[in-house]
């Protein structure tokens, strides 16, 4: 017998690429082309300039960054020079949809949704990390004992720890092969949970086109300078047959539930070549004598030899060390990562310059101005001083361009207090440099910075792009294209109205066209959740 959830969520991170819909149409994705032929296609909208690490966290709490408080995987500790790994499930200031559908007596199955950690209210049952891009936690539960029951019956996930590394081409072929086993595991875990009960709400995310496009793009575009015919004749296009593993995963599962359960699928953000030249912004800013270059620092970095080795040593490490030692191996440890995951850094003296450079992400640069009042030892004073800073250095980064195409390399400027007020905001960079990425930059020049060569030689050719993607089909919901974008914080809504639960705390607003539809057909009892649930954070 078929299980009848009444909304079946599926995610694939990081799989809006330029050629999903072409793959469904051309048949190389069957089973999600079905559902684009029988469902309501629509684009979704990121949150703009932060999008790559908190598109998770603002997904599944409908709220802003500015709420929610992540920008990046670290931040900025407030009042201080020093960072801290900002792990989404410790430090999101907002409440996940299923707490508030849970609130409201509603029955969840949550797995593995990224950045998410196990809530301790849920109604139901959710798996964090069993299987995830770059897991920051290891794998947990709610209820805790189900750990154990999951490991005994089904395992661990073929792939654990951090995704990048250098890899050959033959490596790369393997790691494909590995997370292909991942996407076919996820099957029989997510029909046993489906077929336990009748679900209001169940989701499952496969994070493996992430980890693949990342890693293995440059075999997938052949204009990327990494590609190689010899190469692409030894392993083929990963990326391609990752999107090929989740479709036919995605086929198994929806073969589990039958035609009154109303799907969404999702894909929030894609891939690209990452041609972004993030890697220079320090350069740039040593250049325009607005920063300052931190004393005794090392001249050269890590050999990818090391860096491959210790990658997963300090994943695994962390994963296994109980929560309460972290807080106190934290400092300890992003010390150590910082060599790891940011070899071309050029270390600057915080304290010293105008203004220098914090992680946000490598689409967009992160600029925070050295404060005077908010920085310990700031600079720049507020008012005038630091408005015509932000000015000058909006234009100066706007005149840099690509010595091999002749174009800029920057496309916009953006000032945060445009984007983003609030509390919440108290980490994030003063300006946002959006890189154009387009193409591959190896060489820049302007005016004031002369002339900068730098080769980008870590392992990620594949970069995030904003734009994503979402599919709904089911009972009542009318087949064809959705003429607007809809932003990703508004499926938490969506799914909370269509199942008759009322919540203030959003900042999106459902999607009428999934939610009414579901409304039509099950008329639920609406329920107030007008209360805002805190989440429950650590001790």
Not at 379 to 384: D, L
Request: aromatic content about 8%; glycine content about 8%.
């Amino acid at each position: 017998m078929k299980s009848r959830p009444k909304l079946l969520f599926l995610g694939i991170c990081a799989g809006a690429h330029e050629h999903f819909l072409d793959w469904c149409r051309s048949g190389v994705l069957p089973n999600l082309q079905r559902l684009v032929a029988n469902g309501l296609v629509g684009r979704t909208r990121n949150v703009p300039a932060v999008f790559v690490q908190c598109t998770w966290p603002s997904f599944y709490t409908g709220t802003g960054p500015a709420r929610q408080g992540i920008h990046c995987w670290e931040q900025l500790r407030p009042g201080t020079y020093e960072t801290y790994r900002a792990y989404t499930p410790d430090l999101v200031r907002t409440t996940p949809f299923w707490d508030h559908l849970s609130a409201a007596g509603k029955r969840v199955a949550i797995l593995d949704v990224p950045q998410s950690g196990p809530s301790p209210r849920i109604n139901g049952i959710q798996l964090v990390e069993w299987g995830a891009h770059d897991a920051n936690h290891g794998f947990a539960t709610s209820p805790p004992s189900l750990k154990d029951e999951v490991l005994a019956r089904f395992g661990a996930h073929p792939h654990w720890g951090l995704c990048d590394a250098d890899r050959t081409t033959a490596e790369l072929g393997e790691f494909r092969d590995e997370l292909l086993r991942g996407i076919a595991a996820k099957v029989p875990v997510t029909k046993h949970f489906l077929a336990q009960e009748n679900w209001d709400f169940f989701a499952q995310v496969f994070t493996e086109a992430h980890c693949i496009g990342h890693q293995a793009w440059h075999l997938h575009d052949p204009t990327h300078p990494r590609f190689n015919e010899a190469d692409s004749a030894l392993v083929g296009d990963p990326v391609r047959d990752i999107a090929v593993g989740i479709d036919r995963a995605i086929g198994e599962i929806l073969a589990e539930v039958d035609e009154n359960t109303t799907v969404i699928v999702t894909a929030c953000h894609g891939m690209t070549s990452k041609y972004v030249p993030q890697y220079m912004l320090t350069d740039i800013l040593l250049k325009l004598g607005v920063a300052k270059r931190a004393a005794g620092a090392p001249a050269q970095p890590l050999p990818p030899s090391l860096r491959r080795t210790l990658d997963p040593i300090l994943t695994w490490g962390w994963q296994h060390t109980p929560q309460l030692v972290r807080r106190w191996l934290d400092p300890l440890r992003h010390r150590a990562h910082a060599l790891v995951e940011q070899p071309t850094k050029v270390p600057l003296d915080r304290a010293a310059g105008k203004c220098f450079v914090i992680n946000n992400n490598s689409t967009h640069g992160g600029i925070r101005i050295n404060l005077a009042g908010r920085e310990p030892d700031g600079k720049v004073q507020p008012g005038a001083e630091y408005e015509a800073l932000l000015e000058e250095l909006s234009r100066d980064l706007l005149d840099i361009k690509n010595v091999e195409t002749g174009r800029r390399i920057v496309n916009r400027v953006i000032r945060r207090s445009d984007l983003y007020t609030g509390e919440a905001v108290e980490h994030f960079p003063d300006l946002f440099v959006e890189w154009v990425g387009a193409d591959p930059v190896r060489v820049i020049r302007s005016d004031k910075i002369g002339r900068i060569e730098r080769d980008y030689s870590y392992c990620r050719t594949g970069e995030h792009v904003q734009a994503g993607l979402f599919i709904a089909s089911g009972p009542g919901i009318a087949a064809g294209r959705l003429d607007r974008e809809v932003s990703i914080l508004d499926f938490a809504p969506t799914f909370c109205d269509a199942l008759g639960v009322d919540c203030d705390e959003f900042d999106g607003a459902a999607i009428p066209e999934i939610a009414e539809p579901v409304k039509r057909r099950l008329a639920p009892e609406r329920v107030s959740v007008r209360k805002a649930l805190q989440p429950q954070l650590p001790a």
